[in-house]
DNA sequence: GAACTGTATACTGTAGGCAGTCGACGACAG
DNA sequence: CTGTCGTCGACTGCCTACAGTATACAGTTC
């Protein structure tokens, strides 16, 4: 009696369960990469990051799989894990397939023309503006991948909007220093491509969203060409890297 | 001395590392899920494919992650691996994106214009069109799909093209019932796209292709809702089957 | 000094084991 | 008969161990 009054009510939450170790892991392992720790081109030896992450090999072999599938890091069989060492090019065609897809899914978008995700376009909108003029970059950053995020939601093609956070999650680490730069302009353009969207003018809205990520991704050439600071020469190709013989354990 | 002189001469091709377990396993079971003796929405044991396929669990584990990330195999953590059970929707909405990538790659194709790739088109082209006229479904059904694969290749851009491959890989049991099916149709739209193509006519290339992926997506459709069979009905979400107590290990 | 060989061991791929969770099924009460 | 509870063991997540491979380094030869 207690019980399925309890499941009826919907009141209590079921208890949630716990992560993975492996999932942690891929977390850890990938905040790691983001923030510089790890760099590109290292190699990842399973068993010091499990002894760094206090855990077994096993998930961490998993996580590097995981991390593998989503192209931050190269499995060589044999030679291990490698973070993954992007070139200019790569870069410029991940920025260019991106721009296919949210193209794709703005025009999707207006075609559905979702008024309740209309709403939620604006409203985030409204708070990347806000927080930019509170100089919150971060925050306004954060706006900016939830918007794009909402777009190809939008679109109503789930397979399209999982390959757009694929590529999404890679350009990241690319697209956040332009957007911080280009600020406002950037957000007059959103608001432009809501207004199409809400309007149900599919063409338009294309090619708003068309210009918008291929303006990134010009002005990503652009800041890489200005500086060629010699990080995506091509290598020599990386191998695992035995630890020294004379290297004490510390 | 003679080692620098070795590595130099490029006569001796290396010996070729084998494949992983993992690799061996993976293909093993996507070629049973592909084959239809893995059913959509079946539970996978680890400990049931490591028996059958002679290996322990281990690699079975990890093949099954990477047959959960290109989207053949569902992990839910605690219950374990089940054969993903794609709806008509996502078939129309996995054919759709083929079509857009396909679409956009047959444009960079025909911008890049390349003589040997066209070559090697037409080589593809004739292949598949006198295996037609054998009758000789299999080779021609190879040939489409290398002739597919092909276009992406020749359009430089090889995210798009990796991910075209990701998405081709998932809707082969869409479209090779369908590609049976119009036959010669099919083949004379594949010269046309390298007529454009060599012609470096974009918009043509990216026309013809629209059109001929367009034609399968919705030639798939008709079949689905032609013929009802309630294998795409919602069901209840699968579990982890324990195996029947009175199961005698056979 | 450069090139080569041999050795030691760090590292990867895989096998086997353990503890906790999940689901089938039997027992029992109403 | 239906519903509930407890038991059992299949199964998952993770740990540990082993065998083979890759790399660092020392020693030797030219």
Chains 1, 2 share one sequence.
């Not at 209590?12 to 170790?21: G, M, N």
């Not at 209309?118 to 806000?130: H, I, N, P, T, Y």
């Not at 909402?150 to 956070?165: I, P, R």
Request: aromatic share 2%; charged share 25%; glycine share 6%.
């Amino acid at each position: 009696m207690v019980r399925s009054e309890l499941a009826n009510s919907g009141a209590a939450p079921k208890i949630p369960r716990p992560a993975t170790l492996r999932e942690s892991v891929f977390e850890a392992i990938l905040e790691l990469i983001i923030n510089g720790s790890l760099s590109p081109g290292r190699h990842l030896a399973e068993s010091d990051l499990a002894e760094l992450l206090g855990v077994s090999r096993q998930p961490v072999r998993e996580a590097l799989q995981m991390l593998n599938g989503e192209g931050w890091v190269d499995l060589r069989p044999g030679h291990g894990a490698f973070v993954h060492a992007p070139t200019v090019q790569e870069a410029d065609q991940l920025l260019a397939v991106r721009s296919l897809l949210e193209t794709e899914s703005a025009r999707l978008a207006a075609l559905n023309r979702e008024a309740d995700g209309v709403a939620r376009l604006r409203e985030l909108c409204a708070r990347g503006l806000s927080a930019l003029e509170a100089d919150d970059i971060e925050t306004s950053v954060a706006a900016n991948s939830d918007l794009h995020a909402l777009v190809t939601e939008l679109s109503g093609n789930k397979v399209l909007a999982e390959l757009a956070s694929q590529v999404s999650r890679r350009v990241r680490w690319y697209h956040t220093p332009v957007a911080r730069q280009r600020g406002r302009a950037s957000w007059e353009e959103h608001e432009l491509l809501i207004d199409a969207i809400e309007a149900g003018d599919e063409t338009r809205a294309a090619q708003i969203m068309r210009d918008h990520t291929e303006h990134t991704r010009s002005s990503y050439l652009d800041q890489r060409t200005s500086q060629p600071d010699g990080a995506d020469e091509p290598e020599a190709p990386a191998t695992r890297r035995r630890r020294p013989r004379s290297l004490s354990p510390s």
